[in-house]
């Protein structure tokens, strides 16, 4: 069946570190990728997304890659700071169909 | 801000009862989803409107129903409403009807007691 999942649900950085967050996925077919950013008490916040026919793609502070070859995509942030502790997801769709969510990874920056 | 508003932000009921969540998307945008988080279910998706049209269902439940009105608000009724029903309700909406670039509201707390 679909799944998406996260392979860390906690991640502990320092202040001006990068941070990975890993998502596999396992449907071969989807061709759509987003990340999302939920902080406590709000809903989820875009932050980059990428189709199946790029390998990378950048935004503020952010990298998106995904390799299709191993199902497998990730979100680097660049010098990660306290205000980016929050919980990420990924998740995945298929030609249009509803977006699938990961279960998530609680990212925790310390100063 | 995402633009998109949910109301109410919390809401306490009883078993049985029925509650209505409301949901004013992004200007312009004239697709409407409904998620569903729990802790032990994640993100699932309810149900999308397009434009005030139905456009795709997903775990949504026969007790629940939603609707999308002419100035594309979309309310979803959560009837017979039982313990399992706790959870945070959220509304996102996109300008298209692909499943892309969804933009959330800040969702609606509900608590069945």
């Known amino acids: 069946g679909e799944s998406v999942g996260l392979h860390l649900p906690t991640l502990s950085v320092q202040e001006g570190d990068n941070s990975i967050i890993n998502c596999a996925y396992s449907?071969?077919?989807?061709?759509?990728f987003i990340w999302y950013k939920q902080e406590s008490g709000k809903g989820p916040q875009f932050i980059i997304d990428?189709?199946?026919?790029?390998d990378k793609r950048q935004g503020q502070r952010v990298t998106v890659l995904l390799n299709k070859t191993v199902k497998h995509l990730s979100l680097q942030i660049a010098a990660t700071q306290p205000g980016d502790s929050a919980v990420y997801f990924c998740?995945?769709?298929?030609?249009?169909?509803?977006?699938?969510f990961g279960k998530g990874t609680t990212l925790s920056v310390s100063s | 801000d995402s633009g998109v508003t949910q109301t109410p932000k919390h809401l306490i009921t009883a078993t049985g009862q029925r509650v209505t969540l409301r949901c004013s998307p992004r200007?312009?945008?004239?697709?409407v989803y409904w998620y569903q988080q729990s802790l032990d279910q994640g993100l699932q998706f309810l149900i999308q409107?397009?434009?005030?049209?139905?456009?795709a269902k997903g775990n949504i439940l026969e007790r629940f129903s939603a609707q999308q009105f002419p100035d594309l608000h979309s309310e979803l009724n959560l009837s017979s409403l039982e313990l399992g029903d706790s959870a945070l309700y959220f509304c996102?909406?996109?300008?298209?009807?692909?499943?892309?670039?969804?933009?959330f509201g800040s969702g609606t707390q509900l608590s069945v007691l």
């Open positions: 996102a909406s996109s300008a298209a009807g692909t499943n892309e670039k969804l933009f």
């Open positions: 449907n071969s077919a989807s061709d759509y």
């Open positions: 990428i189709r199946s026919n790029m």
């Open positions: 998740a995945e769709s298929q030609a249009g169909t509803a977006l699938i």
């Open positions: 200007s312009g945008d004239l697709s």
């Open positions: 409107y397009y434009n005030g049209e139905e456009r």
